[in-house]
């Protein structure tokens, strides 16, 4: 196909691959993603678990819930995803992708051999019906970026352009490599919003073979497979059958896994995989118990400050609630100490700004905003209090109390009280058991330095409705975060959408340096300037104490029957279970 340019744009080439920023890991020709072993064996059956129950099979809308594995293994993007890098894709049913230095528009063209699991051959057409039908029937996240499409041409039989509205953004080429391709002559004038238990057709590796509603659901390896013999899929999709079968609750979904009626368990609960995994399968070996450690942002999870009421809205306040939460008595009494402390939004990746000196690029972004960056943070990053792990957390005590009489405050009577006399209190709204116990946990240590912190637990949907409309003191959140941030950092700390309800600004943020940094991360062109984008952007944040950072979890625990194998190396995102394979 030739290259075109459209409205000015810079002079475009067909590319077998395409990178958020910089150039992609993999050269054209590559043989294989390196957390994929190319001579894992086919065959066999891989049992996995899922919690609760299902009534659809298509997990591209809105109504009912979907089954596990549709989207993984029956539906296929115009281009799939690697790894070992932070946002980069290579082509899949797309053999080639184009698109300016503006990005203001992409065109992808086709593989003549790709097709659907029914033999259809993928055309153009499929794509164009795929993006019309999801942005107007999807889930909402569909819905928001394909409209984003302003107009769809096709330059030849085999290639598709879309091009992108006024309101630009880098990202877009990358969102519509991901979309799912469906089959126009299969789901063209049903009703696709509508709930179904009937097998769904795509060009993935899988078909749908048993489908018990809130039970099981099976998937067979195609054997016609179109596309197991490029580099995107060697050495991934190994097991012949995948199940899903579905347990009541986390409690008999592990029965069921010592009793061997699964293969896989991924494990959340620090108490269950410390003392919970002693079982005889564990101890004879035919179990074991695996640790991998990715290299992705640990994400932001947090009591959150809303700045919108009154107590919280000056900052030493703030500063001095942090250090009342004693983390190394939490840790170790609750959490069988196999936690992280979390000292940044992106923790644990190169995105942090935690024990990094600002670098010349992020001084320059932050130089016009120097009041809003903490000093120290500025110089080293954030560092959060640290206890004995007594339970008595005598230092920081003293540091909040010093910190709330710099704001103000003194102690009276066992009160931390204002200049009127008023007590400084506040409401911790929770929705779950374990919130509420680390809650009141929290809202012990705050009585030690006379402040008083009620703790209310809500059903899920009153604590739905108050968290979007802002109707709280302070809640638990977290905030996940990816190694290519996008325009949800808007979303969730934007100045906007402190004044919009529904956003995840909980803490309210209003800063002109967060907007900034968001701005400056939008526009990077190269990895260089959009890690210094989000490390400024982090220091900025973190400078504000929206929020008393709590912990992560350090490395993916899994515990595998040994019937499963598992490639030597781990992706930069840690283990991908479609590069398992079983061996009887």
């Known amino acids: ?203 993935g590796p899988y078909v749908m073979s048993e489908i018990k509603p809130g039970t099981r659901i099976t998937y067979k390896r195609n054997p016609d497979y179109w596309g197991k013999d490029l580099a995107v899929n060697r050495g991934l999709n190994n097991p012949d059958e995948i199940i899903y079968d579905y347990f009541r609750d986390t409690n008999a979904s592990f029965e069921a896994f010592k009793a061997g009626l699964y293969d896989a368990r991924p494990e959340s609960d620090p108490a269950r995989w410390v003392a919970g995994f002693d079982f005889t399968a564990v101890q004879k070996g035919d179990v074991r118990k695996l640790a991998f450690k990715p290299q992705t942002p640990s994400g932001m999870r947090a009591f959150v400050f809303n700045t919108r009421r009154a107590v919280f809205q000056e900052k030493k306040v703030r500063e001095a609630l942090i250090h009342a939460f004693d983390f190394e008595w939490v840790n170790k009494n609750l959490f069988y100490g196999a936690y992280e402390r979390i000292q940044s939004y992106y923790d644990g990746s190169e995105l942090s700004s935690h024990g990094r000196p600002a670098s010349e690029k992020e001084k320059a972004l932050l130089a016009p905003y120097m009041d809003a960056v903490d000093p120290a943070i500025l110089a080293s990053g954030y560092q959060a209090p640290v206890s004995d792990g007594t339970g008595r957390n005598r230092e920081n005590r003293r540091k909040a109390i010093m910190l709330l009489q710099e704001a103000g405050w003194t102690l009276q009577d066992g009160q931390m009280k204002n200049a009127e006399g008023e007590p400084l209190r506040f409401e911790i709204l929770v929705s779950s058991p374990d919130d509420e116990r680390l809650a009141l946990n929290y809202a012990q240590s705050l009585k030690g330095i006379g402040v008083a912190a009620n703790v209310r637990n809500v059903d899920s949907t009153q604590y739905e409705q108050r968290r979007q409309t802002y109707d709280f003191d302070m809640i638990l959140n977290f905030w996940y975060a990816s190694l290519s941030p996008g325009n949800e950092q808007s979303f969730y700390w934007g100045s906007d959408a402190a004044r919009t309800d529904g956003s995840r600004n909980y803490m309210g943020a209003e800063n002109r340096a967060i907007d900034a940094m968001i701005e400056a991360m939008l526009a990077a062109r190269s990895r260089e300037d959009f890690v210094a984008a989000i490390r400024a952007l982090d220091r900025v944040l973190l400078s504000g104490y929206y929020v008393v950072p709590l912990y992560y979890q350090p490395e993916q625990w899994v515990a595998l029957w040994d019937k499963v194998k598992v490639p030597e190396k781990t992706s930069l995102y840690g283990y991908r279970s479609d590069a398992w394979w079983v061996s009887e």
């Open 1 to 203: 196909m030739a290259a075109f340019a459209a409205g000015g744009a810079a002079f475009a080439q067909p590319q077998h691959a395409i990178a958020m920023h910089g150039s992609p890991l993999y050269e054209p020709g590559f043989s294989h993603f390196s957390y994929a072993n190319p001579h894992a064996p086919k065959g066999g059956t891989l049992k996995l678990a899922a919690i609760g129950s299902f009534d659809s099979v298509n997990p591209m809308i809105v109504r009912g819930t979907a089954g596990l594995g549709a989207r993984e293994h029956v539906f296929e993007s115009l281009m799939a995803r690697s790894y070992d890098e932070p946002f980069s894709l290579y082509g899949l049913i797309a053999e080639s992708i184009e698109t300016p230095d503006d990005r203001s528009w992409v065109a992808f063209t086709l593989r003549p051999e790709a097709k659907f699991s029914d033999g259809t051959p993928i055309t153009v057409e499929d794509v164009v019906f795929s993006i019309e039908t999801l942005r107007e029937k999807g889930r909402p996240n569909h819905r928001y970026y394909y409209s984003k499409v302003e107009k769809i041409e096709r330059p030849d039989a085999r290639t598709v352009k879309l091009i992108f509205g006024e309101e630009r953004d880098r990202e877009m080429p990358l969102i519509m490599g991901l979309m799912p391709i469906l089959p126009k002559h299969i789901y063209e004038g049903k009703d696709f919003e509508k709930t179904t238990l009937d097998p769904m057709i795509g060009s």
